[in-house]
């Protein structure tokens, strides 16, 4: 066999570069990192979605209703009792009334709470529009959501300020009391601040009279509102008075009103479209 012979050039290079890798323990690399920072598989806790309170009810609905017979409030009428005798009705079983309606859109409910110990009690029970029944509360949540913002407005909390000057003009004084005229017809609780300028002309006590009358005009001119605080201080000096708007009562009634009316007009316009189909 012949022997192979390398130059001087190639086995310096050789020693150079090949035998010191070549000399070198091989070293295994790790796709992977160490054991302890491996990321183990975990489960994320699912996001809790916010969900309404449970219901509280008084009243038994459908199959909650256990008594086997009851008396029914007259659909029609909404009245129990024969309004000439005063008669109850003849009593139906709880199973036939619920057959006779379509529980999708309408609810038997129990009126009065089940009498423990007496085997014959009948409740009284009544048909209930669902529709009917969630838009009565939600005109309830609403009015309560309104009696609260306007007991809110009246409390001293709310309460607005309107501050006058004792030599102000003719123009301005109107401005400023129909501004309070109308925090009043709001219900709020208005500070009325007067004081005189340190550099401007003084009020005569006619002057301060006449403003006074001014305010004292606008909240009578308001139903219902009232002074709550008479005038603290000194006339043409500085001074507070404190005046209360029209009371929440009156101003939820007359909500209840405009709300009442706008109902009967869209069940006019249903009726009339029904009317036109037809």
């Keep these: ?20 890798a070549l000399s070198k323990p091989r070293t295994t690399q790790h796709l992977l990192p160490p054991h302890n920072h491996i990321r183990r598989f975990t ?15 008084t009243q038994k609905w459908d199959a909650e209703i256990t008594a086997r017979q009851i008396y029914l409030v007259d659909p029609v009428t909404n009245i129990l009792r024969d309004p000439e005798t005063g008669a109850l009705p003849p009593p139906r079983t709880r199973y036939d009334v619920l057959n006779s309606i379509d529980t999708k859109t309408h609810r038997l409910v129990q009126l009065e709470p089940d009498e423990p110990g007496n085997r014959n009690f009948m409740p009284v029970c009544k048909i209930v529009d669902k529709k009917e029944s ?26 607005k300020t309107v501050e006058l000057n004792w030599a102000i003009d003719a123009n301005d004084l109107g401005h ?6 109308g925090f009043l017809t709001e219900g709020r609780r208005v500070e ?8 401007g002309r003084k009020a005569s006590l006619e002057e301060c009279e006449g403003v006074l009358g001014r ?19 000194k006339v043409g000096g500085f ?7 029209r009371p929440v009562r009156d101003i939820i009634s007359e909500a209840k009103e405009r709300g009442g009316e706008e109902k009967e007009k869209e069940q006019g316009r249903e009726k009339e479209k ?3 189909q037809g």
């Design 1 to 20: 066999m012949k022997t192979r012979h390398t130059s001087p050039a190639a086995q310096a290079l050789y020693h150079v570069f090949i035998a010191p």
């Design 43 to 57: 489960t994320t806790p699912l996001l809790r979605a916010k969900t309404r309170a449970p219901e509280l009810r």
């Design 134 to 159: 969630y838009d009565a509360e939600k005109r309830k949540a609403k009015a309560a959501k309104t009696a609260k913002k306007l007991s809110a407005r009246s409390s001293e909390m709310g309460m």
């Design 176 to 181: 400023r009391v129909e501004k309070m005229k």
């Design 192 to 199: 009325v601040v007067l004081a005189s300028k340190k550099r």
């Design 215 to 233: 305010l004292r005009a606008a909240v009578e001119s308001v139903e219902g509102a009232r002074e709550v605080e008479g005038l603290k201080g």
């Design 239 to 245: 001074a507070t008075m404190v005046v209360l708007g």
């Design 274 to 276: 029904v009317e036109e």
